[in-house]
């Protein structure tokens, strides 16, 4: 199911795989250089409504405007609590999320709009090349249960690049795997078997996280 939702940033697209008998919702957003079409996000759309957590793949409103590049943070932010708030009509504790630049939106925001937890897909720690533009307070001032998935050869920072992380944080890691999850074809372990690393750390930190209260519908 497709469904609309105005932003101050123009309308974003809310793609909807549902879990029967859900208890949790799952939002995520996409990155800078892609949609949501992204390998790990539809690995995980198709995997974790199994598991009884609703999946909601979020276009942002530059992509559904058809632009190729993505705009500032602060639009990027305006933008998220339409989608978060349509996500969270489903009365269900809502965990936000998304990959690289959605992750930062992510960490940005979900305090404030009252998620559950974090997920951070591919989290961009900092410029390829540049280690010493970290954004790593984004990511350990979220304020709540997080975690983040890395793969071992990101150029824009490695699981073994980041920071020591609160006790409030997971950090998972995928071997080989670069910015976006991709393998190459002389590694150990083949493209499915690194998008199940994903899928099974984000499922299994779900299954573990903290009871979170339903979310009053409004």
Known sequence: MQQTVETPAGDARLHWFRAAGARAVLLLGHGAGGGVEAPDLQALAAALPRGGVTVVLAEQPWRVA?????????ALDAGWPAQFAAAAGEGL?????GRSAGARVACRTSAALGA???????FPLHPPGKPERSRADELLATGLPTLVVQGGADTFGTPGEFPELPATHRLAGV??????FKVPKKAPLTQDEAL???????ADWLR???AARPRRRT
């Open 66 to 74: 058809g632009r190729k590049l993505a705009p500032a943070p602060a």
């Open 93 to 97: 504790p809502v965990y936000a999320g």
């Open 196 to 202: 199940g690393l994903v899928t099974a750390a984000v």
């Open 208 to 210: 573990r996280a903290p």
């Open 116 to 122: 559950a937890g974090v997920l951070a897909l591919a």
């Open 175 to 180: 071997p080989h795997a670069a910015h976006g």
